[in-house]
């Protein structure tokens, strides 16, 4: 794929959507992180739901740590993999306490040292909170950059790196979050909506349904 079409691509989806974020709710850089922590292999439907119910009872890392793991988990009992995740979240409070005074870091380097806080979670927060020019390559992403061949790559870390390389500036910032809905009620992966998508003449992925 060319620049010119990347660049297409980027001015379609910024008009169609000016203003995109994620649909995790969170009014905090900390809300923020414990959601992208319990959105993984979970829907951001259901960590809405469940942090709803947490974050007006405990949303700093003080409150979530005195909660406790048995404590934290009434509340998100209803996320797959909550024992885990509970387990990683009092630990990562722990951390936050301890070493940041309670702050969330804005580095990669720090965040990626807090449990339960991967590559991808690392990037959400980088982009979304501190409003750095990352890219989240989650499951969408991925899909996404294959399949309309903008990114191609067998693996996330390589989708990411050139989506980094490829996109044009301007469109950097807001890049990850345009390619995620694209792929969430787009682009979905058993049967993509090539009629209703506004790449579609733009896209090169060759098996184009109705």
């Known amino acids: 794929m060319n620049k010119e079409k990347r660049q297409a691509i980027f001015e379609r989806l910024q008009a169609a959507n000016p203003n995109p974020t994620t649909e995790l709710n969170y009014r905090t850089p900390f809300e923020l992180l414990l959601a992208v922590i319990l959105s993984a292999q979970a829907t951001d439907k259901g960590v809405n739901k469940a942090t709803a119910r947490l974050f007006p009872v405990a949303n700093t890392p003080k409150a979530i740590f005195e909660l406790g793991e048995t404590g934290l988990k009434v509340y998100i009992k209803t996320i797959g993999?909550?024992?885990?995740?509970?387990?990683?979240?009092i630990q990562t409070c722990r951390m936050l306490i301890d070493i940041h005074d309670s702050e969330v870091p804005n580095e990669r380097?720090?965040?990626?040292?807090?449990?339960g806080v991967g590559r991808k979670?690392?990037?959400?927060?980088?982009?979304?909170?501190?409003?750095?020019?990352?890219m989240a390559v989650d499951t969408h992403i991925f899909r996404v950059g294959n399949r309309t061949r903008l990114a191609p790559g067998k693996?996330?870390?390589?989708?990411e790196k050139k989506l980094l390389r490829w996109t044009p500036k301007a469109f950097l910032q807001d890049a990850h979050h345009w390619l995620i809905l694209h792929g969430r009620y787009t682009c979905v992966a058993r049967k993509p909506r090539?009629?209703?998508?506004?790449?579609?003449?733009?896209c090169e992925f060759k098996e184009k349904t109705p």
């Open 121 to 134: 979670t690392a990037n959400v927060v980088l982009n979304t909170a501190f409003g750095q020019p990352t």
């Open 81 to 89: 993999l909550f024992n885990s995740k509970a387990k990683n979240i």
């Open 155 to 159: 693996t996330p870390l390589e989708v």
């Open 194 to 202: 090539c009629g209703s998508c506004v790449i579609e003449d733009l």
């Open 109 to 115: 380097q720090a965040l990626e040292a807090l449990p």
